[in-house]
């Protein structure tokens, strides 16, 4: 990551490359030992996206983009958030051209694609018709910022993107929960409450988009369920019927709702011609 953060011509903010030399330097604490890396930043550090975003839009972004306009026949889409990528080719013939390319693209900037989370797909409206002609099964479904992204239709029939949560980042969320309310198990009961409603507001925030609603709806019942064994396990002759659980969840627990609007209604707001 040096590359850019030494060559100030390339970040006009001497403050940024300032902040970034620091915390470069600045090492990581683990087990009350600090260790200082000469390659790379930290597990898990926040600034690393930051380093990403300044690495690949000189490495990738504007490659990908000058690609675009000389080399695809045709239609090209791509969304990159830090390190995570989709692009989408409307001809096969083009993405694996652009797959190969931008191998040897990265290659140039030391780095490589993951071989496990690299994949070519069949996705969009006509990929369940191009499938099922081959005598395939349904279209994959791809992992992008959270999100199982999904092949399906509307009740009219007509394609639709779903958008589901992670499954594995949804148990992962749960067993969070789990843990802290054990360490909160005697905490009154309000106390609880308001921290649930605190920790289901901000899941809302990010999953309630359009179509994932049995998800999120799965997992306010799945946090009832965690906080009614907890309030059972405070004593064993504490008894907790499902009647006053639910009632709990009622008074503190936020009811499930879609908080996001459809991309098409959010382009339209800010682009009202």
């Known amino acids: 990551m040096g590359l850019f953060v030494s060559r100030s011509n390339r970040i006009g903010d001497k403050r940024i490359i300032r902040l970034i030399r620091k915390w470069l330097k600045a090492g990581v604490l683990e087990d009350g030992i600090v260790t200082v890396s000469e390659r790379g930043t930290g597990q898990g550090s926040v600034i690393s996206p930051l380093l990403a975003n300044i690495y690949l839009h000189y490495g990738l972004d504007l490659w990908a983009e000058r690609w675009r306009r000389r080399e695809a026949t045709g239609d090209m889409i791509?969304?990159?958030?830090?390190?995570?990528?989709?692009?989408?080719?409307?001809?096969?013939?083009?993405?694996?051209?652009?797959?190969?390319?931008?191998?040897?693209?990265?290659?140039?900037?030391?780095?490589?694609?993951?071989?496990?989370?690299?994949?070519l797909i069949e996705f969009g409206r006509f990929a369940a018709d191009t499938r099922k002609k081959k005598g395939l099964g349904r279209p994959e479904t791809f992992d992008f910022l959270g999100f199982t992204h999904i092949c399906r239709k509307n009740r009219h029939g007509?394609?639709?993107?779903?958008?589901?949560?992670?499954?594995?980042?949804?148990?992962?969320?749960?067993?969070?929960?789990k843990a802290e309310l054990q360490r909160r198990m005697h905490h009154p009961i309000p106390e609880q409450g308001k921290w649930l409603r605190q920790v289901l507001a901000g899941y809302y925030a990010?999953?309630?988009?359009?179509?994932?609603?049995?998800?999120?709806?799965?997992?306010?019942?799945?946090?009832?369920?965690?906080?009614?064994?907890?309030?059972?396990?405070?004593?064993?002759?504490?008894?907790?019927?499902?009647?006053?659980?639910?009632?709990?969840?009622?008074?503190?627990?936020?009811?499930?709702?879609?908080?996001?609007?459809?991309?098409?209604?959010?382009?339209?707001?800010?682009?009202?011609?």
């Open 206 to 273: 990010y999953h309630a988009v359009p179509t994932n609603y049995r998800s999120i709806s799965a997992f306010r019942e799945q946090v009832t369920s965690l906080w009614k064994r907890t309030l059972r396990r405070r004593s064993q002759r504490h008894t907790l019927s499902w009647k006053r659980m639910r009632k709990l969840a009622d008074d503190w627990l936020p009811p499930p709702r879609i908080l996001h609007p459809w991309p098409r209604e959010r382009f339209a707001v800010r682009h009202p011609r």
């Open 158 to 177: 007509r394609f639709q993107i779903h958008r589901k949560s992670r499954r594995d980042r949804r148990w992962a969320k749960l067993k969070e929960i």
């Open 78 to 119: 791509i969304v990159r958030y830090a390190d995570d990528i989709v692009v989408g080719f409307q001809y096969e013939a083009d993405a694996r051209r652009f797959w190969d390319m931008m191998r040897e693209r990265l290659q140039e900037f030391a780095l490589q694609l993951h071989p496990d989370k690299t994949r």
